[in-house]
């Protein structure tokens, strides 16, 4: 899952964005509004973390601006600000949470875990594709009810697909998913990583299809059945 953090203080800003990483996030750093804002109009999100004192338009600015245009991307507030009447504010202007700076990292990523539970539309925690489970909370994966153990990048490659389980996801989007802004990024290095979770799955029903020059979907079969194209 692909995040945009928009923070001011460059050290932390790196600390938010290390601690992130490691738990399978690709992040995306801005530290200022406009520059957030540009990122927001060009990129697609699963979750924007937010600073208010921000240089050139202030975290409340941008998000009034994001609300106009996009009501589903859940936000939370990061911020030193911690009196009721910015707390109503930001709330009021569509912040889904507000954590008060300072704050512990595994207390951020609690919380983001708990944000992205309540906002997934269908409300499950639990969702399946045949013999492969992923638990959206823990953000971890189980195949025939075993943990299912995946670096980063397969992790995210393999998110996207179950988020669009039974459609067809492009390299492109993929690629969104997967990389960071700073980050090279390239279809044959997907192709790789597509290759790899392919071996993780083998004697299971759950099967990733190639469409020739559109993409990938993740579906689940019968074993005795036909094998997809790859």
């Given amino acids: 899952m692909r995040t945009l953090l928009v923070e001011d203080h460059p050290s932390l800003a790196d600390s938010i964005r290390r ?19 540009t990122a927001l109009e060009t990129e697609s999100y699963a979750l924007l973390l937010l600073d208010i004192g921000l240089p050139e338009m202030d975290g ?15 936000v939370m507030l990061l911020t030193a600000r911690g009196s009721i009447n910015d707390r109503v504010k930001g709330l009021n202007l569509g912040a889904d949470d507000y954590l008060i700076k300072p704050f512990s ?9 708990a944000l992205i539970r309540r906002t997934r539309h269908d409300g499950q925690q639990i969702h ?12 971890s ?14 992790l995210a490659l393999l998110e996207a697909l179950m988020a669009r389980m ?15 802004m700073e980050e090279d990024s390239s279809f044959e290095a997907i192709e790789v990583y597509v290759s ?5 799955l ?24 036909p094998g997809p194209v790859a």
């Fill in 19 to 37: 601690s992130l990483e490691e738990a399978g996030w690709r992040v995306d750093v801005m530290h200022d509004g406009l520059s957030a804002r």
């Fill in 60 to 74: 409340f600015a941008l998000l009034s601006w994001l609300r106009k245009r996009d009501t589903r991307l859940p």
């Fill in 105 to 113: 990292l595994s207390e951020l990523q609690a919380r983001i875990n």
């Fill in 128 to 139: 399946r594709c045949g013999a492969l489970a992923f638990d959206l909370g823990a953000r």
């Fill in 141 to 154: 994966f189980a195949l025939q009810d075993q943990p299912l153990t995946l670096p980063p990048r397969e």
């Fill in 166 to 180: 039974g459609r067809t996801v492009s390299k492109e989007h993929l690629a969104a998913q997967m990389f960071s």
């Fill in 196 to 200: 790899r979770l392919r071996r993780k």
């Fill in 202 to 225: 083998e004697g299971s029903d759950v099967r990733i299809v190639t469409f020739r020059g559109l993409g990938y979907q993740l579906e689940a079969q019968t074993l005795d059945a």
